[in-house]
Structure formats: structure tokens, C-alpha cells
């Protein structure tokens, strides 16, 4: 379970900022919040910003931390450097490394874990766990020197194993320590999709519809959904590269060579046919990369990621979720996240959207949702509704009061006359020469 990420001198971060899925005790509705070691936890929540403003950065800032812990310890990262991408605006961060830190609850323990990066190499590092009630220390790093705690055994001797571009983390892992083992694959519980390009989760979800439970589970979704959709069948089409054209022919040329039998996947659906007087006659199939609309072709291909969040207590974080999606659809996917029935495991949603509808305090609390926005120097602040006052709560909507610019995070556009690059009195010269003519 994610407790809580900072970042700092990360892509458009130049400060550290916190986004913190920790319940405020101000708030009360229960279906969203549920608690673990004594911590009310989020199962959802929203980010909201104007173009440019942060929301992807942040989301690439946790899949930064994710993908660091699972490859710097690899050997081909030996003579490679760091691929951090720090803030660039400011000569205050040119020589300083980029920070991040994770709080978050792995096998019913708390533990904080972090470290600062440069592109050459790890400047400190450090996990904590609390046991019982106190944070203790299982390692801290400064450059060169590890320290480990006395209930970090697994990481002794391993110290002088560690790459400067490498973390002590990985590495101790590499060699099955028990608690960095369970750490890494506590990280692999983290997903980060993007809702404007589904190829990252097609395969996965294909593979997934194979199985017959998770195939009924996706078509009882697309049912509820409501998109005339009665079941789907998956159809495997054996691919002859001889009757492929060339320029094809030549990607599928590595593959052949491991494995003779290459095949497509194809998924059909079914809809309703009806007679005349309106009955059921049978079944009419469309293919569902031609005939489906786009939006029911993402939401299908969702259903991979989102029944896997579901079902194994993940966390997931989607880039512009509302995309092709309606603004119901996009409701529905968000009550799945909040009901015990369809969320037994207190799986997480983390959500970038623009869709300003789903500010409704029926569908999120204050807590829940997130704001980022870029100063005049090009830097992004990360905030919550928690943070503001309940002057207008009263009378104005969540998404009135957002739209009205009470919360800032929206875009802020520029006279028209700027828009058309001339200023009042070149305006106004145009004018008097067209009266003239």
C-alpha cells in the first residue's frame, strides 16, 4: 500500500513536493479510505493541472524510482549512467543530485526507502522500517560508506559489491536478502499506464483473456458497462511469413529463428441480433480492432491492468485516464476502487485527468484530490484541496470553484490580442485604415 512520495530536482520538480495517499482525519466518508497498522489509507485519488503543469511529470517520477530499483544493479548498467532527468530551469539544481523517497506498507510492516541521483552516480540512499511503534534503521548510505542496521544482515559484506551507479537495495536483492527481495517485488505492485496510448498493456491483457476466469470477469464488465458487448472470443491466426510482404517479413526474422510457430491474436465480440419483431435470433460478430469504437477497444484492453490492480492489491497510476473514455465510463472505473465487493484487497487508483466532472465531493473527498501548477520560473508545486478553507464549500461546487481559478492549478490565457501578436494601438490602426478604405 502507497503511503506516501516525494520528489525534488526531478524533470519539473525543483523543490521536494509530497503526494501523500494518508486520510485526513477532518474527513469522514468511509467507502474511500481503509486502514492498516493504525493508517487510514486512500483507495483513490485525482491530480488535477493545467497543461505543462506537472501531472505526467509526477507519474514519471514514480516509474523513474521504479524502473532505477529493478535495473541499476544489472550488469549491463556497469559503464552506463543514470538516465535522471533534473530540474533544468535553475542554476541552484546544476550540481545537485534528484531526490526521491517512498513510504509505503509491504508483508503489514512500514518501511521508508529513498535516495538522491545524479547522472553519474548515487549520492546517498536509506530504508527504514518500523518494527513496532519507532522507525528503526535497516541501511543508510552516504557515497561510498553503507551502514547497515542490526536487522539488515542480509545486506553485510555486500557493501564493497555496490557500484557507485548501482543501489545498495538492488544489489543486496541480486543475492536474495529477504527483506530487499520482498521490497523489489512490493515495487513490482506499482503500474503506470497511459490512458492515451494502450500498447504498453495490450499483450498483457491478451495474454490475460487466455485464461477462462479472468475472460468472464472482463466480459461481466463490459456488460455492466454497457456497451452491447454479450461475450468475446479470442482467436489465434497462424502467421505464413512467406506470404507476408518484405518490409513485414523482416521484423518477424528474429522471432521465426527462436520459434517456427508465430501466431496472431484476434479478438471477436458478440452482439444481439434481432428479427423483425425485435427478438434475439442469435449472435452478430464484429472484429474488434475494425468494427468497435475506440473507447471500447481501451476499455477492453484496460480491463488487463485493472482486474490485475483489483485482484493483487496493487497500485495503479494512469496518465489521462478520462481519455476516449465517457465521462460515466470513466465514474464507473472509479467506483470499482471504492466498494469492498470489487475491491476486497484495497487495491490503489492514482489518476491524471482533465475532466473537471469528477470533481464531485459524491465521488472524492478533499484529501483525494490533488493539484499541480507551475510557477513563473518554470516550476511545479504540488498541492490538496485538503489545503484550502471551506469559505465556498457551501455555495459553490468543488469543479465551480476549481473553474473559477479558487484552487489555481487551471491555465492562465493571455489577452487575444496576444494571441494575435499585436498590441491595442497596432489594433486600432488596422481598424482606422479599413474604415479609410
Known sequence: MLIEFKVGNFLSFKDIVVFSMTASDHEVEA?????????????????????????????????????FVFESSKESQITEGINVKPFRLSTECEDKPSFFEITFICNQKKFRYGFEVDKNEVHSEWLFFVPKRTEAKLFVRERGNIKT??????????????????????????????????????????????GLDDTSYIDFTLEQLENKKFLKRTVNLLKIADMGIENISINKIKINLEELPERIRSKFKNIAEKDENIESLTISTHHFKYNKDMNEIGFENFDLSKDESEGTQKFLFFTGPLIDTLDNSKILFVD??????????????????????????????????????????????????????????????????????????????????????????????????????????????????????
Request: with cysteine; net charge positive.
Open 31 to 67: 467507502s474511500t479510505v481503509f486502514t492498516i497498522n493504525k493508517i487510514n489509507l486512500l483507495k483513490s485519488a485525482v491530480l488535477y493541472g493545467a497543461n505543462a503543469s506537472g501531472k505526467s511529470n509526477l507519474l514519471k517520477a514514480i516509474a523513474f524510482m521504479r524502473r
Open 149 to 194: 542496521g542490526i536487522s539488515f544482515k542480509e545486506g553485510k559484506g555486500l557493501e564493497n559489491r555496490t557500484r557507485p551507479n548501482a543501489l545498495f537495495l538492488s544489489v543486496v536483492a541480486q543475492f536474495n536478502g529477504e527483506i530487499s527481495s520482498n521490497l523489489l517485488k512490493w515495487f513490482k505492485s506499482i503500474i503506470i499506464i497511459s
Open 320 to 437: 489521462e485516464l478520462d481519455a476516449r473514455f465517457h465521462p460515466v465510463m470513466t465514474r464507473f472505473i472509479i467506483q470499482l476502487f471504492r466498494t469492498k465487493q470489487t475491491n476486497p484487497c484495497n487495491a490503489q487508483l492514482i489518476f491524471a485527468t482533465h475532466d473537471t466532472k469528477l470533481l464531485d465531493s459524491k465521488l472524492f473527498r478533499k484529501d483525494q484530490i490533488w493539484f499541480t501548477e507551475k510557477n513563473q520560473y518554470g516550476a511545479s508545486d504540488l498541492y490538496s484541496l485538503i489545503e484550502y478553507k471551506d469559505k465556498n464549500d457551501s455555495v459553490l461546487s468543488f469543479e465551480d470553484s476549481y473553474m473559477l481559478g479558487e484552487y489555481g492549478a487551471i491555465p492562465f490565457l493571455s489577452e487575444f490580442e496576444m494571441l494575435m501578436g499585436v498590441n491595442d494601438e497596432e489594433q486600432q490602426a488596422v481598424g482606422n485604415k479599413k474604415q479609410a478604405e
